[in-house]
């Protein structure tokens, strides 16, 4: 649900974010516009957006919220120049846009789920059940890095040669098919959403967790993103589009089908089916054992970081706390 996008900024989309630009001035008896640019179509991961939005919570907190789809290359440049004052990142893909000359001035503000419920998928019985096993097997790769270097890692630490699996780029759209095909042996996938559709096709599959085989790869994934700018000029509406955010995540939480309605007679493309079953499985996630929703633990944000630096994944160094903060959810602080 992260990779791949393709989505080109469409006529209507250029002008609904001119029309926003930087955070507009209103007077007492306006709602405060925010534009909340996706990271892909609509899905489980966006469920408490739209669930806020269908209740009224962002109404009640003075704001109208204004919800779009990302250009090629995603949220974080909308973001960054505040055409959209917030938006879905990953912690993994910040990692390049937070240090160099280049560099974007975002942060995470909020962890949409707290822990990483990625790893991979494979056809049942084929040997893939750990990361060993992938050995002699065609993986689908995105080609980047940061994936490739946390593959080989748990490959490696479960006793097995990385140079002997085999690589091939991803042109996978559906996993289902692809592996159905036999076009590829084991793809990246988030269970969420890919894997819960194995289970309802009646795919029987392996599957591991890249964080239940290395603390380290428990980031946080996806993410709320904004702009420094944005949050220094305007705490107190970031305060409240984040209250009025994580409001409708616990309503997603607590009542999975009523969210999933929701969101489906939002996005009426989307099969009811698995949006159903997708949220139910995503319901013990966006709080998990986190003391609130969207909090992040230092420890885990930085170690993942740290692992970075010391793999040689970023250059220049990320220094320690960079790239998000805890300071506007309404329980936070970010230590």
């Known amino acids: 649900m992260k990779k791949g996008r393709i989505f080109a900024v469409t006529a209507v989309l250029a002008f609904a974010l001119a029309a926003c630009g930087s955070q507009a001035k209103s007077s007492p008896a306006e709602k405060t516009k925010i534009t909340f640019v996706l990271d892909w179509t609509p899905n489980t991961n966006h469920t408490g957006l739209y669930v806020a939005q269908e209740k009224g919570y962002f109404e009640e907190a003075g704001l109208t919220v204004e919800i779009v789809q990302p250009p090629e290359g995603g949220a974080e440049l909308l973001v960054a120049s505040q055409k959209a004052q917030f938006g879905v990142g990953f912690q993994d893909t910040m990692a390049p846009a937070l240090t160099g000359d280049n560099a974007l001035p975002i942060k995470a503000v909020a962890a949409i789920l707290q822990h990483n419920t990625s790893g991979i998928v494979s056809r049942k019985g084929e040997g893939m059940d750990t990361p060993k096993g992938m050995e002699g097997k065609k993986y689908a790769t995105w080609e980047s890095p940061v994936e490739l270097a946390t593959l080989q890692n748990v490959v490696e630490g479960d006793g097995g040669d990385f140079s002997k699996v085999e690589l091939v780029p991803s042109t996978v759209t ?31 599959t392996d599957y591991f967790s890249f964080s239940e085989l290395n603390p380290v790869f428990d980031y946080y994934t996806p993410v709320i993103i904004s702009s420094s700018q944005f949050l220094e000029e305007n705490p107190d509406t970031a305060k409240a589009f984040l209250a009025a955010l994580g409001k409708g995540y616990e309503d997603a939480a607590a009542n999975p089908e009523e969210a999933a309605d929701i969101l489906c007679e939002a996005v009426p493309e989307l099969e009811p089916e698995l949006t159903r079953a997708s949220q139910k499985y995503l319901a013990g996630q966006y709080l998990a054992d986190a003391p609130f929703w969207g909090y992040m633990d230092p420890d885990r944000w930085n170690g993942f970081y740290s692992w970075l630096n010391e793999n040689g994944l970023s250059d220049p160094k990320l220094p320690e706390n960079i790239g998000f903060t805890n300071d506007y959810l309404p329980h936070g602080s970010s230590n």
């Open 174 to 204: 559906d996993e289902v098919s692809a592996l159905k095909a036999k076009s590829v042996d084991a793809i990246w996938i988030f269970y969420g959403w890919a894997g819960v559709k194995t289970e309802l096709e009646g795919l029987e």
